[in-house]
C-alpha cells in the first residue's frame, strides 16, 4: 500500500468507522451461554470476527446473516466438533475459546495462522491447567495448535499476576460453566465481558479489580446489541486529526468504556483538543468523540497500559509529531502481539528519520520532521494503520498491509473519504 501526502486539512463526519472487534468477537462467543437466539447489529465482519462465527458455528449454532443483523440460536448442548477450529489471526479468539471450552465435555483444537501459531499462549494456558483443565499443545502448551480436553472444573480462585482480558475472560468462561470462581488482577483490565455477562443475567458480582461469579444454573438472556464503532480503530482517525494542521474530526456512535478511550485521554494530555458526548449504552456507554487540530506536546505513559495497548503504535505516531521526547513504559505486553510492536514500531520511525529508542519495556521517541520510507508491517495490522497515518504528513509504502482487512475492512475508504491518495 502507498500512502500519498494530504496536503488539506481533514474535515469529516466519520460515522461508518469498523464495529468494535472485542465487543463482536463476545458476541458470538457469549452466544452460546444462553438457550434463546440472540441478535447482534453492526457486527464487525471482518477476517478475525468472521473466523469466530465459524468456530461457533462448528460447535453448533446455527447463523442467519440478515445483513446488519445477525441472528445467532444457540445448540442445546455445545458439540464436540470434527474439525480444527481456526482462529485466523485473533489471539483474543483463541484465547476466549481455551476458556470456554476447558469447561465442555469433548476434545477441541484450536489453530491459526503462522502469525496467531507463533504467538505466546501459556499466558491463558497455565492460569487454565493450574485451576484444572487440560491443555496440550506444543512449547508446553505455549504455542498453538492447541488439544484441550474439557470437563467442568471446581471452584477456584485465581489472582493474576497480569492485568489481561484475555486472561480473565477466558477463567470466567471456564467458570462460568462449571463451579464459580473468584478471580483478581492488579488493575482492572478492559471490562467488557463482566459488563456483558452482567447484562446477560449472570451473577458477577465486581469489586475494582476483583470479581466474584457463581456458576451458570441456567442459560443466561440473549444478547440483543448493536455494536458500537471501535475506538480503537476509530484512533487512527483522532491521531491523524491531531498531526494535520486545522483538522477537525467527529467519530460517531463510538464505544466510550472508560477502559478503551485511555489513548484519546493521552492525547488530551499532550494537548490535543478532544471531547466526548454520551449518547446511549445498554450495555455500554457509546457516544461521539469531536477531535480539532492543536499543536502536541511530549508525554510519559506509565499508568493503565492495559487500557491503551491495542492503541500504542499509533500514539507512537503521535509522539513522532510532538515537541520534545515522549515515553511510554510498563508495555512489555507489546512484545507478545501480533508481533512485537515495540521493536517494530521504533524501527519503522527510524526508517522515517524519526529519533527513537527500544526499552525494556517500552519506548522513547523524539518529535521531528518525518520522511517517506518502506514500513515491513510484519503482518501486523495496527503498525500498518499507523504508518499509513503517519504517511498522510510524509508518504509511507508499507508492506503486507492486507493484513488490515482482519480488524478493519474499511480503513482504506475512510483514508480516500478524507481526501488521502492510496493505492492498494
Not at 71 to 93: H, Q, W
Not at 128 to 137: H, M, P, T
Not at 184 to 212: C, F, V
Amino acid at each position: 500500500m502507498k500512502v500519498r501526502i494530504l496536503n488539506e486539512p481533514i474535515n469529516a463526519k466519520l460515522s461508518r468507522i469498523a464495529a468494535d472487534k472485542s465487543i463482536s468477537h463476545r458476541c458470538a462467543i457469549f452466544s452460546l451461554l444462553s438457550d434463546k437466539p440472540s441478535h447482534v447489529r453492526n457486527y464487525l465482519k471482518a477476517g478475525d470476527t468472521l473466523n469466530t462465527l465459524d468456530i461457533v458455528k462448528a460447535l453448533g449454532a446455527q447463523i442467519q446473516d440478515r445483513g446488519e443483523e445477525l441472528i445467532i440460536t444457540p445448540p442445546e448442548k455445545i458439540l464436540e466438533p470434527d474439525v480444527v477450529l481456526e482462529c485466523g489471526n485473533s489471539g483474543t479468539a483463541m484465547r476466549l475459546f481455551m476458556g470456554l471450552l476447558a469447561a465442555q465435555e469433548g476434545f477441541f483444537v484450536l489453530s491459526g495462522d503462522k502469525y496467531l501459531n507463533r504467538r505466546p499462549m501459556a499466558r491463558v494456558a497455565k492460569p487454565l491447567v493450574a485451576v484444572g483443565a487440560k491443555i496440550d499443545g506444543a512449547n508446553e502448551a505455549n504455542t498453538a495448535p492447541l488439544c484441550i480436553r474439557g470437563k467442568k472444573l471446581d471452584h477456584f480462585k485465581y489472582d493474576s499476576p497480569v492485568a489481561s482480558a484475555q486472561v480473565k475472560s477466558a477463567l470466567l468462561l471456564a467458570a462460568l460453566y462449571s463451579n464459580g470462581c473468584e478471580f483478581s488482577e492488579p488493575e482492572l483490565s478492559r471490562d467488557h465481558t463482566e459488563r456483558m455477562l452482567k447484562g446477560m443475567g449472570a451473577k458477577i458480582n465486581t469489586q475494582g479489580a476483583s470479581i466474584a461469579l457463581e456458576p451458570m444454573s441456567t442459560p443466561l438472556a440473549p444478547l440483543d446489541i448493536d455494536v458500537p464503532n471501535d475506538p480503537s480503530s476509530a484512533f487512527f482517525f483522532a491521531v491523524a486529526a491531531c498531526i494535520i494542521p486545522n483538522s477537525h474530526i467527529v467519530l460517531k456512535n463510538v464505544l466510550l468504556n472508560e477502559t478503551r478511550i485511555e489513548a484519546y485521554k493521552i492525547l488530551q494530555k499532550m494537548g490535543a483538543d478532544i471531547k466526548f458526548k454520551e449518547i446511549s449504552g445498554k450495555y455500554e456507554s457509546i457516544g461521539d468523540i469531536e477531535i480539532r487540530y492543536a499543536a502536541l506536546n511530549a508525554v510519559e505513559v506509565s499508568e493503565n497500559i492495559s487500557w491503551l495497548i491495542d492503541e500504542a503504535p499509533a500514539l507512537a505516531i503521535a509522539f513522532a509529531n510532538a515537541k520534545g521526547t515522549s515515553v511510554l513504559k510498563n508495555a512489555k505486553e507489546l512484545r507478545v502481539k501480533e508481533c512485537d510492536r515495540i521493536a517494530v514500531t521504533v524501527a519503522g520511525l527510524k526508517k522515517c528519520g524519526i529519533k527513537a529508542r527500544e526499552l525494556e519495556d517500552g519506548f522513547e521517541v523524539s518529535g521531528s520532521d518525518a520522511s517517506c520510507a518502506i514500513i515491513d508491517s510484519h503482518g501486523d495490522h495496527r503498525i500498518a494503520m499507523s504508518f499509513a497515518v503517519l504517511g498522510l504528513k510524509c508518504g509511507m509504502i508499507i508492506e503486507k498491509s492486507e493484513f488490515i482487512a482482519t480488524s478493519f475492512p474499511n480503513f482504506v475508504s475512510i483514508l480516500r473519504k478524507i481526501g488521502a491518495s492510496v493505492e492498494d
